[in-house]
T-cell receptor
Framework: DGGITQSPKYLFRKEGQNVTLSCEQN?????MYWYRQDPGQGLRLIYY???????QKGDIAEGYSVSREKKESFPLTVTSAQKNPTAFYLC?????????????FGPGTRLTVT | AQSVAQPEDQVNVAEGNPLTVKCTYS??????LFWYVQYPNRGLQFLLK??????LVKGSYGFEAEFNKSQTSFHLKKPSALVSDSALYFC??????????????FGKGTSLLVTP
């Protein structure tokens, strides 16, 4: 099946620890994205990447880091510098084809930091 | 800057009745508009999009949306609601420039509750 996978589905960490969320896609999409979802706030863009080895900060990049070493993979690290890391994290990808700008989303990772 | 607004936090509809979930947008140029649905603890599922062409766009699961340029709106509609349509709905607009990596700006979401 084609799609986007995120792992793990649930993640629990102690405050002060870095944690990495996985995102893999087999849709052959060039662009990938990370969003954070909090209740009543919609989705906010953390980082995005248009091509391998290149990525850009989104609206709320502070306390997060990413890498894009392979087209299929775009892992997100939540560092100890992120003040409120508990949230639902969504990864997405999209084609650069002008006729299909829609993004496709993974199932999400719910991170709880205590 | 591109943005969308979903003026209703929640919409309640009886099963079998038509439903409308509202969205208005603000863009500097031509908008690319999208609707997504999210079920609890799941990712977002793409429903439909407006890029260009007919103002009435048909999408998945019997949903449609009408693009109205003069009112800067892109309301989601369905002629007959199902209980299984109960979910969180997001409207989104695409940022035009390549520099933004085709990122979408999302509304805050509207919770749709369809009662039997």
């Amino acid at each position: 099946d084609g799609g986007i996978t995120q792992s793990p589905k649930y993640l629990f960490r102690k405050e002060g620890q870095n944690v990495t969320l996985s995102c893999e896609q087999n849709l052959n999409h060039d662009a990938m994205y990370w969003y954070r979802q909090d209740p009543g706030q919609g989705l906010r863009l953390i980082y995005y990447s248009q091509i391998v080895n290149d990525f850009q900060k989104g609206d709320i990049a502070e306390g997060y880091s990413v890498s894009r070493e392979k087209k299929e993979s775009f892992p997100l690290t939540v560092t100890s510098a992120q003040k409120n890391p508990t949230a639902f994290y969504l990864c997405a990808s999209s084609s650069s084809d002008r006729s299909s700008y829609e993004q496709y989303f993974g199932p999400g990772t719910r991170l709880t930091v205590t | 800057a591109q943005s969308v607004a979903q003026p209703e936090d929640q919409v309640n509809v009886a099963e079998g009745n038509p439903l409308t979930v509202k969205c208005t947008y603000s863009v500097s140029g031509n908008p690319y508009l999208f609707w997504y649905v999210q079920y609890p603890n799941r990712g977002l599922q793409f429903l439909l999009k407006y890029i260009t062409g007919d103002n009435l766009v048909k999408g998945s699961y019997g949903f449609e949306a009408e693009f109205n340029k003069s009112q800067t709106s892109f309301h989601l509609k369905k002629p007959s609601a199902l209980v299984s349509d109960s979910a969180l709905y997001f409207c989104a607009v695409r940022d035009i420039g390549w520099d933004s990596g085709y990122a979408l700006n999302f509304g805050k979401g509207t919770s749709l509750l369809v009662t039997p």
